[in-house]
């Protein structure tokens, strides 16, 4: 994985390292511009929405309504933004509303109630020429099962779109092939989908839907029919893609390292309504009720977490005008063996043992001579899963420190092993 | 046994036989209209099956059997055909397929578009099936009845009979083909921006037609089957034969012309069974 990750083009990298930095991240949602906005919607499946809609104000709950009046509720009353360029994801388990959620989006599903803003445009008012070209120009799809038309070529399927938008044969066809090639299917261009594997299909489902040039792609658990390994390389593509190209993107899974993995934030949903939405790391360290507590339980979080979110305070601290009596007098109090020493601008100089101290307190040496530098340092947007094999070996704590050195905190080996679990 | 109480007596009979009257009084010009139409459609399809030359019609079989399915196929399916004539039967047998053309040529006309309409409103859809399930149990010679009232004795109300018998398969199988089309290829559709006519151009029906070649060749069958009752009410060809070979007992006649219409319905049959299996599209 790791090895892996090394290969990724620069975009990845850069990403993972300077944007998901959390303030960074903060100050770049809201620097970018609000896309998508969805205001109260709800959708119910049935023949009377309007009486369920009064049922759901007035408090009822989707199992009741459900047995009352045998119609579904799909979404319930769901409000959120999505920024321009932004990897939303949604997650939930199955029934729980995330593809009615995402169709409303591109109105496949039409909302029973509530608004949808796209680009500051109500998509719910549009009548059927204003929606015919919002979905040519602004949004495309892909789909769980693919959605693959199975008496076109893998060409013919790509051009669909461009065909749609009146594009001229010669012109579409060309604007087909690019985009096959960017998703490495050169050569498969005659070929019928049902030539090609699952992960193959998928990749004609994405040059597909990327062929109309989109500002905002609808992927529902695009990746859910494939097998893991395929899988994950499709979502580490996923992500080089949406580094390279910006987009905003929607993203449907009930899984959640798949969720935390490419989200930029994630929306959980339950019984058709969002329970909570928020960065990875925020939903991870500050779940907002139980049911989110339970469903983030099996993520792998050294995988989301970073220094950061896993550094302590450090109990004990001491300055190199400080001696090795000092030292020992903070050790014992802590009950620590060894501690870090800092200089008046909490620079980090060395860190000192208790061993160390009670000798140099013996032989009357300095706290300098004494001070032990092999000690592992990391930053702290660092990800858990890189401080594993650090932390196996090392001696002392690891100390967390910014770009002047400075002593931000400290790690110790049963935090990152606990991460782990 | 105990009779039916005779005061619960109704017939609906009766009631059809007037609305067919009333028809026929209020809309003479239409059906004249139609006949017209029809009969020169009719005989024009039958002068260019004439005028073809025997060979030529025998090495079109041979080479659609060759094509759809395979080698030996076209030479027996052009060695069959050739029997007919050896029969003697040819001019017949023409006529024979004409009225057989044109009448699926009509079918096809009026099954398609009805069986897209239904595909798409479902409350279409309960109307029609019920009238299709009735279309197929009737017997089919009922349909010579209004056939002969609305345009006599001759070819026409015996296209008529069979377009009515043979339209069934066709719009039923429409329908199905379209309703299959899987729900994530039409919403694909949908989620590029295509109107339902495109998607019904470019997705429904591609995806469809496997189905409604079914469909097309179900209904052929079926016309060609009516061709003998259709001839008691005067469709001279194939069908006459075998009827006046029955009513005159005799039984060479009958069996050379029913021997004839069977070559005729394998491989009418079997050619399109194989076009049809051509377009299928493979799983996914
Ligand atoms: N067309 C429909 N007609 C009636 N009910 C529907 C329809 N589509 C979805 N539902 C119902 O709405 C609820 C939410 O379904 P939805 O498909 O959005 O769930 P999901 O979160 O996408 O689940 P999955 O992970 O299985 O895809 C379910 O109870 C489902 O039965
Ligand atoms: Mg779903």
Same mark, same amino acid.
């Given at each position: 994985?790791?090895?892996?990750?090394?290969?990724?083009?620069?975009?990845?990298?850069?990403?993972?390292?300077?944007?998901?930095?959390?303030?960074?991240?903060?100050?770049?949602?809201?620097?970018?511009?609000?896309?998508?906005?969805?205001?109260?919607?709800?959708?119910?499946?049935?023949?009377?929405?309007?009486?369920?809609?009064?049922?759901?104000?007035?408090?009822?709950?989707?199992?009741?309504?459900?047995?009352?009046?045998?119609?579904?509720?799909?979404?319930?009353?769901?409000?959120?933004?999505?920024?321009?360029?932004?990897?939303?994801?949604?997650?939930?388990?199955?029934?729980?509303?995330?593809?009615?959620?995402?169709?409303?989006?591109?109105?496949?599903?039409?909302?029973?109630?509530?608004?949808?803003?796209?680009?500051?445009?109500?998509?719910?008012?549009?009548?059927?020429?204003?929606?015919?070209?919002?979905?040519?120009?602004?949004?495309?799809?892909?789909?769980?099962?693919?959605?693959?038309?199975?008496?076109?070529?893998?060409?013919?399927?790509?051009?669909?779109?461009?065909?749609?938008?009146?594009?001229?044969?010669?012109?579409?066809?060309?604007?087909?092939?690019?985009?096959?090639?960017?998703?490495?299917?050169?050569?498969?261009?005659?070929?019928?989908?049902?030539?090609?594997?699952?992960?193959?299909?998928?990749?004609?489902?994405?040059?597909?839907?990327?062929?109309?040039?989109?500002?905002?792609?609808?992927?529902?658990?695009?990746?859910?029919?494939?097998?893991?390994?395929?899988?994950?390389?499709?979502?580490?593509?996923?992500?080089?893609?949406?580094?390279?190209?910006?987009?905003?993107?929607?993203?449907?899974?009930?899984?959640?390292?798949?969720?935390?993995?490419?989200?930029?934030?994630?929306?959980?949903?339950?019984?058709?309504?969002?329970?909570?939405?928020?960065?990875?790391?925020?939903?991870?360290?500050?779940?907002?009720?139980?049911?989110?507590?339970?469903?983030?339980?099996?993520?792998?979080?050294?995988?989301?977490?970073?220094?950061?979110?896993?550094?302590?305070?450090?109990?004990?601290?001491?300055?190199?005008?400080?001696?090795?009596?000092?030292?020992?007098?903070?050790?014992?109090?802590?009950?620590?063996?060894?501690?870090?020493?800092?200089?008046?601008?909490?620079?980090?100089?060395?860190?000192?043992?208790?061993?160390?101290?009670?000798?140099?307190?013996?032989?009357?040496?300095?706290?300098?001579?004494?001070?032990?530098?092999?000690?592992?340092?990391?930053?702290?947007?660092?990800?858990?899963?890189?401080?594993?094999?650090?932390?196996?070996?090392?001696?002392?704590?690891?100390?967390?420190?910014?770009?002047?050195?400075?002593?931000?905190?400290?790690?110790?080996?049963?935090?990152?092993?606990?991460?782990?679990? | 046994?105990?009779?039916?109480?005779?005061?619960?007596?109704?017939?609906?009979?009766?009631?059809?036989?007037?609305?067919?009257?009333?028809?026929?009084?209020?809309?003479?010009?239409?059906?004249?209209?139609?006949?017209?139409?029809?009969?020169?459609?009719?005989?024009?399809?039958?002068?260019?099956?004439?005028?073809?030359?025997?060979?030529?019609?025998?090495?079109?079989?041979?080479?659609?059997?060759?094509?759809?399915?395979?080698?030996?196929?076209?030479?027996?399916?052009?060695?069959?055909?050739?029997?007919?004539?050896?029969? =003697?039967?040819? /001019?017949? +047998? $023409?006529?024979? %397929?004409?009225? &057989?053309?044109?009448?699926?040529? !009509?079918?096809?006309?009026?099954?398609?578009?009805?069986?897209?309409?239904?595909?798409?409103?479902?409350?279409?859809?309960?109307?029609?099936?019920?009238?299709?399930?009735?279309?197929?149990?009737?017997?089919?010679?009922?349909?010579?009845?209004?056939?002969?009232?609305?345009?006599?004795?001759?070819?026409?109300?015996?296209?008529?009979?069979?377009?009515?018998?043979?339209?069934?398969?066709?719009?039923?199988?429409?329908?199905?083909?379209?309703?299959?089309?899987?729900?994530?290829?039409?919403?694909?559709?949908?989620?590029?921006?295509?109107?339902?006519?495109?998607?019904?151009?470019?997705?429904?029906?591609?995806?469809?037609?496997?189905?409604?070649?079914? =469909?097309?060749? /179900?209904? +052929? $069958?079926?016309? %060609?089957?009516? &061709?003998?009752?259709?001839?008691? !009410?005067?469709?001279?060809?194939?069908?006459?034969?075998?009827?006046?070979?029955?009513?005159?007992?005799?039984?060479?006649?009958?069996?050379?012309?029913?021997?004839?219409?069977?070559?005729?319905?394998?491989?009418?049959?079997?050619?399109?069974?194989?076009?049809?299996?051509?377009?299928?599209?493979?799983?996914?």
């Amino acid at each position: 994985m790791t090895e892996f990750r090394k290969e990724l083009p620069i975009s990845i990298k850069y990403r993972n390292n300077e944007c998901k930095k959390k303030d960074n991240l903060i100050e770049w949602v809201y620097r970018m511009t609000v896309k998508i906005k969805v205001e109260n919607l709800t959708k119910i499946f049935g023949r009377n929405p309007k009486a369920v809609l009064k049922k759901l104000k007035s408090g009822e709950s989707k199992e009741k309504i459900f047995r009352e009046t045998g119609n579904t509720v799909g979404v319930n009353n769901v409000s959120f933004e999505v920024s321009e360029g932004e990897f939303f994801v949604i997650m939930g388990l199955s029934g729980s509303g995330k593809s009615t959620l995402i169709r409303c989006l591109n109105l496949l599903n039409i909302p029973s109630a509530g608004q949808i803003y796209v680009d500051g445009a109500n998509i719910v008012q549009y009548n059927k020429k204003a929606l015919g070209e919002f979905r040519q120009k602004k949004v495309a799809m892909v789909f769980q099962h693919f959605g693959l038309f199975t008496h076109r070529t893998i060409i013919g399927n790509v051009e669909y779109g461009p065909e749609i938008r009146g594009i001229p044969k010669e012109e579409r066809r060309e604007i087909a092939k690019k985009n096959l090639a960017a998703v490495g299917l050169e050569g498969w261009e005659d070929k019928y989908p049902n030539e090609l594997s699952g992960g193959m299909r998928q990749r004609v489902g994405l040059a597909r839907a990327f062929a109309n040039d989109p500002d905002i792609l609808l992927m529902d658990e695009p990746f859910s029919a494939l097998d893991p390994l395929i899988r994950r390389d499709m979502q580490l593509e996923m992500l080089d893609i949406h580094a390279k190209l910006g987009k905003t993107i929607v993203f449907i899974t009930h899984d959640v390292n798949e969720a935390f993995k490419l989200g930029d934030r994630v929306a959980v949903m339950k019984d058709g309504a969002i329970e909570q939405i928020g960065t990875p790391e925020e939903i991870l360290t500050n779940p907002a009720n139980e049911y989110i507590a339970n469903f983030v339980q099996d993520v792998d979080k050294t995988k989301v977490l970073h220094a950061g979110n896993i550094m302590i305070k450090p109990g004990a601290l001491i300055s190199l005008k400080d001696g090795p009596k000092v030292a020992i007098k903070e050790m014992r109090n802590n009950g620590i063996s060894s501690v870090f020493v800092v200089d008046n601008a909490r620079k980090l100089q060395g860190i000192v043992t208790i061993d160390d101290a009670v000798k140099a307190l013996k032989e009357q040496q300095k706290l300098q001579d004494i001070l032990i530098k092999d000690y592992d340092t990391t930053t702290p947007d660092t990800y858990v899963q890189d401080l594993i094999q650090v932390a196996s070996t090392t001696k002392y704590p690891i100390a967390v420190v910014d770009e002047q050195d400075k002593l931000l905190g400290i790690i110790v080996r049963v935090s990152v092993l606990s991460a782990l679990t | 046994m105990q009779d039916f109480p005779e005061f619960i007596s109704f017939k609906c009979g009766i009631y059809i036989e007037v609305f067919v009257k009333w028809l026929l009084d209020n809309f003479m010009g239409f059906f004249d209209v139609l006949n017209e139409g029809v009969l020169m459609f009719l005989l024009k399809a039958e002068a260019f099956l004439l005028w073809l030359p025997w060979w030529c019609l025998v090495l079109l079989v041979f080479l659609l059997g060759w094509r759809f399915r395979n080698l030996r196929a076209g030479i027996l399916y052009a060695f069959l055909l050739s029997l007919i004539g050896v029969f =003697g039967l040819w /001019q017949l +047998t $023409m006529s024979t %397929l004409a009225i &057989v053309l044109t009448s699926v040529v !009509i079918s096809l006309l009026l099954g398609i578009p009805v069986g897209i309409l239904m595909s798409h409103h479902a409350k279409l859809e309960v109307v029609i099936k019920p009238i299709l399930d009735a279309m197929q149990t009737m017997p089919s010679f009922v349909y010579l009845i209004p056939a002969i009232m609305f345009f006599g004795l001759g070819m026409v109300p015996a296209v008529f009979a069979t377009v009515i018998y043979a339209l069934p398969p066709v719009i039923r199988l429409t329908n199905l083909g379209i309703k299959n089309v899987p729900k994530e290829m039409v919403e694909a559709s949908y989620s590029f921006g295509s109107s339902s006519w495109q998607t019904l151009l470019k997705v429904q029906l591609p995806q469809a037609l496997p189905t409604i070649m079914t =469909g097309i060749n /179900q209904t +052929t $069958m079926m016309a %060609l089957s009516m &061709v003998v009752v259709a001839s008691m !009410i005067g469709a001279k060809g194939l069908g006459y034969e075998v009827l006046a070979g029955i009513s005159r007992i005799e039984i060479a006649r009958a069996f050379d012309a029913g021997l004839s219409i069977v070559i005729l319905a394998v491989i009418i049959d079997r050619i399109s069974q194989g076009i049809a299996d051509k377009y299928k599209i493979p799983e996914q």
